[in-house]
C-alpha cells in the first residue's frame, strides 16, 4: 500500500459532505413538489448540522438548550466558542446569525449572516433572514433580490414564492 492509496481514503470523506451537498442542492432545484422539497431541504440542514467534530456537536446541542430556556446570553457565548473552534462551520454562524436577530440585533445577525453565504452561497436560511431583516428596514428592492436567490436555489418553496410575489407587488404599486 503506497503512501497515496493510504491518504485516499481520508481525502474521499472529506470530499463526501460536499458531494452530498451539491447532489442534494440540485435535487432541490429540480424539485416541484413543495413537500419532497422540503424533505430534500431537511436532508441539506443536516448535513450543515453536523459539524463533524465531536465538541462542536455537543456545543451547538448546549447553544439550542439555553435558547430554549430563554438563556441567550449563555447561548451567544457558547455559539461564539463553536465559531471559534470550527470557523469554517456553516451551522455555527448561521446559528449566531438567528439569535442575533431574535435579540433584535439585525446588524450583528447581517453580519453572519455575510459570513455564512461567504462559506456557503446556496445557505436559503441564510438567504431568508437576509430579506427578513431587509424588509424590516424597508430597503425592499434588495429583501426582492435575497428572495430571487433563495427561490434560485430552492424554487419550490411556498413562503419564499408568497414574500417575493408580496414585494414584488408593493415595489410595483410604489412606482405607480
Known amino acids: 500500500m503506497s503512501a497515496d492509496s493510504a491518504a ?20 432541490l432545484k429540480r424539485e416541484s413538489d413543495p413537500d419532497k422539497a422540503r424533505d430534500i431541504a431537511d436532508r441539506i ?3 450543515w448540522q453536523d459539524s463533524g467534530s465531536a465538541s462542536v456537536n455537543l456545543l451547538m446541542q448546549w447553544a439550542a ?4 430556556s430563554s438563556r441567550q446570553p449563555a447561548a451567544m457565548d457558547v455559539l461564539d466558542q463553536a465559531i471559534y473552534l ?9 446559528q449566531r446569525a438567528t439569535l442575533h436577530f431574535q435579540m433584535g440585533n439585525y446588524r ?24 427578513a431583516i431587509l424588509t424590516s428596514a424597508g430597503q425592499d428592492e434588495l429583501a426582492l433580490r435575497a428572495w430571487e436567490q433563495f427561490l ?6 411556498r413562503n419564499a414564492q408568497s414574500q417575493l410575489g408580496e414585494l414584488e407587488e408593493k415595489l410595483a404599486g410604489n412606482r405607480t
Open 45 to 47: 440542514r443536516m448535513e
Open 65 to 68: 438548550k439555553a435558547v430554549q
Open 152 to 157: 434560485a436555489i430552492y424554487p419550490a418553496d
Open 86 to 94: 470550527a470557523p469554517q462551520y456553516v451551522d455555527g454562524w448561521n
Open 108 to 131: 450583528k445577525s447581517m453580519s453572519d449572516i455575510n459570513r455564512v453565504l461567504a462559506i456557503e452561497p446556496r445557505h436559503f436560511g441564510a438567504l431568508a433572514g437576509m430579506a
Open 8 to 27: 485516499e481514503p481520508a481525502s474521499s470523506e472529506m470530499t463526501t459532505s460536499k458531494q452530498r451537498l451539491d447532489s442534494l442542492f440540485t435535487e
